[in-house]
């Protein structure tokens, strides 16, 4: 059932649900261990005919199909199923009929896949040896589970890149460990520029000579465009130590539509470049722990793939950020690092966040981009750029993208030209006599020193002291006219208020407990909107009131039994901790888990909202232990004072007095806080200074 909830994308209740609700769910058909067993086809159909859960048919047959692979695990191993099956598909590539198609001698079903991967593959080139190393005996259910991939991704490149896509759950370490996030292909993609070469009919040959299982040469492939089109005018350079790695990225591209005689892949280290010269290089260092990394040899590496450029030709090159970005201590890599940048290859260096490989969260990462012969404006100098305090989202990669093509283009322009949004053209004769220190941008880009932001910065801290001012001579006229706080608390005498409960008080009218809604987060936007949304994120203090809203119309519309607070209304949540507040506007939108408490005004002995909520926040035995999966106690179980009318009326003019004074105060402290977010902000780029007096400096310095 767990699976089952994998499969639709759902939460591992709601299948329970299902089963209860629905007459016609498939019945189980086996168990297991304690486990109950469903037929996989009926329940992808089951979904399919009703359309619950959250996964589109498309995605159904192809997570069934994958399911039915797993399921072959306890007689094939993992890397058996994924040589095996991607061989069949690039079998049946080549053969262009399904693998199940009758044999003219009416041979056994692995017979005639054999006789045709011998007549098609004769040199073992792709498919012959992965299909030899299988027992004959045990090996045909694989061609149908291949022509069910197949069939649920249309095509057989599909189902090798779903194939591919489970290799973490099929749990093959040597093909998942190295792969980098989403956003990183999408970077690359970009700084190769290869969509606009191909529509502008060119041949491109790219190449990689540190494959591994080919995921930068096919994502460059499928991300670029029409796949037929794209890999027209394609020819694709590949090498790898690993002969298992090296054979599944050149079934991989094979599949991806490279013509067969325009595709090599080394099992080696070394290009076959007597095909074609690279034009594009899309590579990523191999990994090395850092007890065993040399930053001598990953630059010796550069080096190389530096010298397998032609004049025109770029290479993007991935590694490790403390050889590629980081001050080295060495003298030989020093030299060596200056000389690859002396020698006018090097068009731009990237520093990029951590976390760009998921398997390794500990391994920074940088980026080289290596250019033969650049324009005559880019000469003498290079681009840095430092994107590692960044999120890699769609707009700061296409920005920073749009920084290196262009520098690409146009090179140093002093007047009207691009100004980089993430890094500073800096001349390699400076870096060179730094000799060994980092490759990190001198200052700010200037786009962002122009920046709108940047440039009202004096203007917007003037306002925040200004703001500051009228907040202190508020809070002096309120204290003039007021006097000082003084709460009027003394020691009490006499009989000790009795003790009751919330549930109590709810038994007896004085208090309405009223629930909260399931709001779908669609529906909830930030900043516009009629009505504020309160959940446990607001009644906690982790967002602020009001920064989550709901329009009056969507709540109308979707929402039509929720009904919204009133004036005074306590909200509160026990989730993830106690959290209280009193809504003294109402017209709120309570989002569940978080209720309301509504204070009963014309009972007997009634108490106000600041009251109840101060009082329930100071209840004893509230906590929870982080590990707890509920509240200890039951917020009706909360034991609080039966105080007197009297007491409550003088109880809750002192919070009013105490809630105005914070407010005063607050207004001060935001004003501060503004102002020093924006001169730390100013100073820290660059792009402040203080103006010293020595009026300023006695103050500063006898405070």
Request: glycine share 6%; with cysteine.
């Amino acid at each position: 059932m767990s699976e089952i909830a994998a499969l639709a994308r759902v939460k591992r209740p709601v299948v329970t649900t299902w089963r209860r609700r629905h007459a016609d769910f498939p019945a189980a058909v086996a168990h297991s261990a304690g486990r109950t067993l469903f037929h996989g086809g009926q329940v992808a159909e089951w979904l399919t005919s009703t359309g619950l859960g959250n996964a589109d048919p498309a995605e159904l047959r192809s997570e069934m199909a994958l399911f039915s692979v797993m399921a072959l695990t306890d007689r094939f191993s993992a890397w058996q199923l994924v040589e095996v099956l991607g061989s069949l598909l690039c079998l049946r590539k080549l053969d262009e009929r399904p693998l199940l198609a009758a044999a003219a001698d009416e041979r056994p079903v692995w017979a005639s896949v054999m006789h045709r991967a011998e007549r098609l593959d004769a040199e073992d080139e792709f498919v012959l040896r992965e299909l030899r190393s299988v027992d004959v005996a045990t090996a045909a259910p694989l061609a149908r589970f291949a022509e069910d991939l197949v069939e649920a991704a249309y095509d057989e490149h599909g189902a090798y890149e779903w194939l591919l896509a489970s290799r973490f759950r099929l749990g093959l370490d040597a093909l998942t460990a190295d792969a980098v996030t989403e956003q990183v292909l999408n970077l690359l993609v970009q700084l190769t520029d290869l969509r606009a070469r191909l529509e502008h009919g060119e041949s491109v040959t790219l190449a990689d000579p540190h494959a591994r299982a080919g995921d930068l040469l096919a994502a460059l492939l499928h991300k670029s465009g029409d796949r037929e089109n794209t890999t027209q005018n394609v020819t694709v350079l590949a090498a790898d130590p690993d002969e298992q790695l090296a054979r599944i990225a050149c079934r991989r591209l094979l599949l991806a539509g490279v013509d067969e005689l325009a595709l090599d892949v080394q099992a080696g280290v070394d290009l076959e470049e007597r095909l074609a010269d690279p034009d594009l290089i899309v590579t990523q260092l191999p990994y090395r722990p850092g007890e065993e990394r040399s930053v001598l040899a990953a630059l010796k590496d550069v080096e190389r793939i530096a010298d397998l450029l032609g004049s025109g030709a770029t290479a993007l090159v991935l590694g490790p950020a403390d050889a590629l970005v980081d001050a080295l201590r060495g003298t030989e890599e020093s030299r060596l690092r200056s000389a690859l940048l002396r020698s006018n290859v090097v068009e731009a260096v990237i520093a990029l966040p951590g976390g760009v490989l998921p398997y390794r969260p500990g391994y920074r990462s940088a980026l080289w981009v290596l250019t033969r012969d650049p324009v005559p404006a880019a000469n003498g100098k290079v681009l840095l750029a430092d994107i590692s305090a960044e999120t890699m989202t769609a707009d700061v990669c296409a920005r920073l993208a749009e920084d290196v093509l262009l520098w690409r283009a146009e090179g140093f322009r002093a007047l009207g030209g691009h100004d980089p949004c993430y890094g500073r053209a800096v001349d390699v004769a400076n870096l060179d006599r730094a000799f060994g220190g980092p490759l990190a941008p001198p200052a700010p880009p200037t786009s962002a020193i122009l920046a709108r932001a940047v440039i009202e910065r004096p203007t917007l801290i003037a306002d925040a002291e200004a703001q500051l001012e009228r907040a202190v001579a508020q809070a002096r006229s309120y204290e003039d006219a007021h006097g000082s706080y003084r709460g009027g608390v003394l020691r009490r005498t006499g009989r000790i208020p009795q003790r009751t409960t919330l549930g109590a008080l709810l038994a007896e009218g004085r208090v309405i407990k009223l629930k909260g809604y399931r709001l779908d987060k669609e529906h909830i936007v930030t900043g516009d909107g009629h009505h504020s949304v309160l959940g446990p994120e607001e009644v906690t203090g982790d967002n602020p009131i009001g920064a989550r809203r709901m329009d009056r119309m969507v709540l109308a519309a979707a929402y039509e039994r929720v009904t919204l607070t009133e004036p005074g209304d306590v909200i509160y949540t026990l989730t993830p901790r106690l959290g209280l507040h009193v809504d003294h506007e109402g017209f709120s939108v309570v989002a569940f888990p978080a209720r309301v408490l509504r204070v009963v005004h014309d009972a007997n002995r009634p108490l106000s909202p600041r009251v109840l909520a101060a009082l329930l926040g100071a209840a004893r035995d509230t906590g929870r232990s982080p590990s707890a999966v509920r509240p200890a106690r039951r917020i009706e179980d909360y034991q609080v004072p039966d105080l007197d009318p009297d007491d409550v009326e003088r109880f809750d003019g002192l919070l009013a007095e105490i809630e105005r004074r914070e407010k005063l105060l607050r207004a001060q402290d935001d004003a501060l806080a503004e102002a020093r977010r924006l001169t730390i902000a100013g100073l820290a780029d660059g792009t402040l200074a203080l103006e010293s007096t020595p009026t300023n400096r006695r103050e500063w310095n006898s405070s």
